[in-house]
């Protein structure tokens, strides 16, 4: 397995100066706790950019994932941003610091409030920060933790505003957390790998207008790329079929 990347080893992108110290707050109280429970191996931690804008595409199995893939992204050099629940920014504390640190957030039903949230996020990656996505919306349902079927805000975002949609993947968080868990284990310490891959090459979309037919077919495909990183990491063959909840009687959204 590839070494661990040492903390440290490369230094946050350059983000608005009134953000700066909030991501350095936010590391100084959440990375000593998930270095002392898990250590992280990174392969090809090179292919995530060092500067400019991206949409970062990760695969999502534990509701830890979001910490897990946001201490990756800060020890590879950057800001991490989210499209967020819009209900987590209602928690005392919790709340305080997604809006301080630029976080998105984004009603799961009925009327959006404010602003699109994908209009808010495109202006954060016109910024040049790098905004991470789940492209499945929610935790998979798949019962091995394979990718399920995706939805389209990750494509959308990174067609419309012409940035790196990058897929990346990570395998381990489930012994920390598993799916759905309310505890998090703590011993023994966990060994996490992730795997960044390459720009999805879009280039096939590129002018289209983007319906429901263009961004169903950019989504199917970055979901494959998803699928067969994780399958190098895990070692394992890719499923014959991507997992479809619609098919198996399960909501798409929430717990289940």
Known sequence: MPAEAEPGATKPEKVKSEKIPIFRLLAALILPFMYAIARYRIQDGDKLPKTGAFVLAPNHYSEIDPVVVGLIVWK?????RYLTKASLFRVPVLGWFLRKSGQIPVERAGAVRGNDPLAAAGKLVKDGLAVVIYPEGSLTRDPELWPMRGKTGAVRMALEA????????????????PRYAKRISVFPRKTI???????????????????????????ALLMKAITALLAELRNEPIPAEVWDPTQHNQNEIGRF
């Open 76 to 80: 590879l050099g950057r800001a991490p």
């Open 162 to 177: 012409g940035v790196p949609l990058i897929p990346m993947v990570h395998w381990g968080t489930q012994q920390i957390m």
């Open 193 to 219: 790998h992730a795997k960044i891959g390459d720009p999805l090459d879009l280039s096939a979309f590129a002018g289209k207008k983007l319906d429901t037919t263009t961004l169903n077919e950019a989504t």
